[in-house]
């Protein structure tokens, strides 16, 4: 698989505020994925984002809130905008290195608290 | 609607013990199942599973999946207190991944 690192790890947040997070892979990846983990719950998808395309977002996600930006296939970007208190949890990167049908594989997370 | 539904949702056991967790699923489009260990933030990957009835083992840690009854198991051997976890199961659709809720599992020395 391969390696993949976020920045920041961790970051404490006022409200109204945005914070991006950077995700890099160590390797070319076809399809990276930002997925959400709020306290106690499961994972849940915001968007897949395909280099040289616009980013597919999810039932309840919007572009406006959740900007992703993907200008290569190594390196994906995920800012969070107008922060909320709702919006801590832990965001995740992810990427599948061989696509449709291969196994995915995920980075070490950005645990976001918004005061 | 797509459903993936783990149980039990907690466990806790005793060291040496052996645990089987369940994920059941009703899905369009399947293309694969796979299991994942959470232990701080990111979940790390464990199995994918594509085929009924062929079992995939690491060490202690087996697993295998039902295509007809929709459901999959995780089996793990003589526990010890490093597998205290989340364990989610999560099944591939297409370009879609949906997980389970999780099973929080606590092995006690």
């Known amino acids: 698989s391969a390696v993949i690192s976020q920045k920041p790890s961790r970051d404490i947040c006022q409200r109204g505020t945005s914070l991006t997070i950077q995700c890099q892979v160590d390797?070319?990846?076809?399809?990276m994925f930002w997925y959400r983990q709020q306290p106690g719950q499961s994972l849940t998808l915001i968007a897949t984002?395909?280099?040289?395309?616009?980013?597919?977002?999810e039932s309840g996600f919007v572009i406006d809130k959740f900007p992703i930006s993907r200008p290569n296939l190594t390196f994906s970007t995920l800012t969070v905008s107008n922060m909320s208190p709702e919006d801590s949890s832990i965001y995740l990167c992810?990427?599948?290195?061989?696509?449709?049908?291969?196994?995915?594989?995920f980075g070490p997370g950005t645990r976001l608290t918004v005061l | 609607e797509d459903k993936v539904v783990q149980s039990p949702l907690s466990l806790v056991v005793h060291e040496g013990d052996t645990v089987t967790l369940n994920c059941s699923y009703e899905?369009?489009?399947?293309?694969?199942l796979l299991w994942y260990k959470q232990e701080k933030k990111a979940p790390t990957f464990l199995f994918m599973l594509?085929?009924?009835?062929i079992e995939k083992k690491s060490g202690r840690l087996s697993s295998i999946l039902d295509k007809k009854e929709l459901s999959s198991i995780l089996n793990i051997t003589a526990t010890q207190t490093g597998d205290s976890a989340i364990y989610l199961c999560?099944?591939?659709?297409?370009?879609?991944?949906?997980f389970g809720a999780g099973t929080r599992l606590t092995v006690k020395p």
């Open positions: 992810s990427e599948r290195t061989s696509g449709i049908g291969g196994e995915q594989f």
């Open positions: 999560a099944v591939d659709l297409n370009n879609d991944m949906r």
């Open positions: 594509t085929s009924s009835g």
């Open positions: 984002a395909n280099q040289g395309s616009e980013a597919t977002y």
């Open positions: 899905v369009t489009n399947f293309r694969s």
């Open positions: 390797s070319q990846v076809t399809m």
